[in-house]
């Protein structure tokens, strides 16, 4: 933990004084991340909605470090935790989705990729039914371009708004966007406050279907009432993360509490009460492990985020240098 909330707080005095928006100092993030790991942000900022988190920006100096978090299902926080100010985008302020048109939905930047999916399927929008498994919040989707079964974020997108570190408004296309594999390259302290994404017309039973295909498969293949972030690592060119984990003999691995899922072994879990030290070091010697094996050097989709705990840095590859 970092603990150092209150004074932050205070030092920033009447800057924060107008805002609606909810800081809570010294906010554990085991409680709002899927993995329920790490350490704790100096402070925690829920804006009330668009014009409070604009105006919280301006308010807060630059030399304030600031991140923005989802839902926390693609997140390993770090056990020292995490400097300055975590963003939480409100679901009151930023969780609604409703159709626009025909093929058109609005969603607020904390809506539940699920419920783009559901309203999605009210209104007959096709195209949506990936949502329906991804359990992040659109926010998130926009910046990892979200993406299963075949569909990815990007080919939703029609624009995004955002606040840059200044707290000012852009609109961005979906060539602004810059889109690659789990990758968008927008600079990393905008944060996505809303998007209109765009499908095709469908019959709400042939939707029905793929969401529920979607459900199915995921009970079958992923451990999705665990504690974990997902795929850990993304997938090499011309091969699956998994494999290489399974060739070099990582299923099951196990680091302290943090497990390579037996059952997909590219999901990495917090089987009780794992550490974010545990984790991250597993996930590096998965790294070492499969680089030795077949050569192929495994990047990590999970975001890691904050400071490691004195005398617990974990070096990339546990250090090798192959
Ligand atoms: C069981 C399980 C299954 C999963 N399956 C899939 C899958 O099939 N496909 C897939 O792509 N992912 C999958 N994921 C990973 C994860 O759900 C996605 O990456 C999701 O889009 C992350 O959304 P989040 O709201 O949880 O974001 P977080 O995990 O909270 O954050 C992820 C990143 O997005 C950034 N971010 C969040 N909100 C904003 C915002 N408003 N503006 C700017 N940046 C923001 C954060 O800074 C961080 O860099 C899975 C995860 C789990 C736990």
């Known amino acids: 933990m970092t603990g150092g909330g209150e004074a932050l707080v205070a030092?920033?005095?009447?800057?924060?004084?107008?805002?609606?928006?909810?800081?809570?100092?010294?906010?554990?993030?085991?409680?709002?991340?899927?993995?329920?790991?790490?350490?704790?942000?100096?402070?925690?900022?829920?804006?009330?909605?668009?014009?409070?988190?604009?105006?919280?920006?301006?308010?807060?100096?630059?030399?304030?470090?600031?991140?923005?978090?989802?839902?926390?299902?693609?997140?390993?926080?770090?056990?020292?935790?995490?400097?300055?100010?975590?963003?939480r985008l409100s679901a009151k302020g930023?969780?609604?989705?409703?159709?626009?048109?025909?093929?058109?939905?609005?969603?607020?930047?904390?809506?539940?990729?699920?419920r783009v999916a559901a309203a999605a399927l009210e209104a007959g929008i096709g195209g949506f039914h990936f949502y329906h498994g991804i359990p992040g919040a659109i926010g998130g989707a926009l910046r990892?371009?979200?993406?299963?079964?075949?569909v990815e974020t990007r080919e939703r997108v029609v624009e995004v708004r955002a606040l840059d570190r200044e707290g000012r408004l852009h609109v961005l296309s979906n060539a602004d966007m810059g889109y690659a594999y789990r990758h968008s390259s927008v600079p990393a302290d905008f944060i996505f406050t809303s998007a209109v994404l765009e499908g095709?017309?469908?019959?709400?039973?042939?939707?029905?279907a793929a969401m529920d295909g979607v459900q199915h498969h995921r009970e079958t293949v992923?451990?999705?009432?665990?504690?974990?972030?997902?795929?850990?690592?993304?997938?090499?060119?011309?091969t699956?993360?998994?494999?290489?984990?399974?060739?070099?003999g990582c299923r099951g691995l196990m680091v302290g509490g943090a497990q390579m899922s037996p059952m997909h072994c590219n999901f990495m879990i917090?089987?009780?009460?794992?550490?974010g030290y545990e984790l991250e070091y597993l996930g590096e010697t998965v790294r070492a492990r499969v680089l030795e094996n077949s050569g192929i050097r495994l990047h990590w989709e999970i975001k890691r985020i904050g400071d490691?705990?004195?005398?617990?840095?974990?070096?990339?590859?546990l250090g090798q240098l192959l």
């Open 11 to 87: 030092k920033l005095g009447d800057r924060l004084a107008g805002l609606r928006g909810r800081i809570t100092p010294n906010a554990e993030m085991d409680k709002i991340t899927w993995f329920r790991a790490g350490g704790m942000a100096d402070a925690l900022f829920q804006p009330a909605d668009e014009e409070d988190l604009a105006a919280f920006l301006k308010a807060v100096p630059r030399d304030i470090p600031l991140m923005v978090v989802g839902i926390g299902s693609n997140l390993l926080v770090r056990d020292g935790g995490i400097p300055g100010f975590v963003i």
């Open 94 to 114: 930023f969780g609604e989705a409703r159709a626009l048109s025909d093929t058109r939905i609005q969603a607020g930047a904390a809506t539940p990729d699920k």
């Open 144 to 150: 990892m371009n979200a993406g299963a079964n075949g």
């Open 200 to 208: 095709y017309g469908q019959d709400r039973e042939t939707i029905r």
């Open 222 to 238: 992923q451990p999705i009432r665990e504690k974990t972030g997902g795929s850990t690592f993304k997938n090499p060119e011309g």
């Open 240 to 248: 699956s993360a998994w494999k290489e984990i399974d060739k070099a």
């Open 270 to 275: 917090n089987t009780g009460a794992a550490t």
């Open 308 to 317: 490691f705990r004195p005398g617990h840095e974990v070096q990339e590859f």
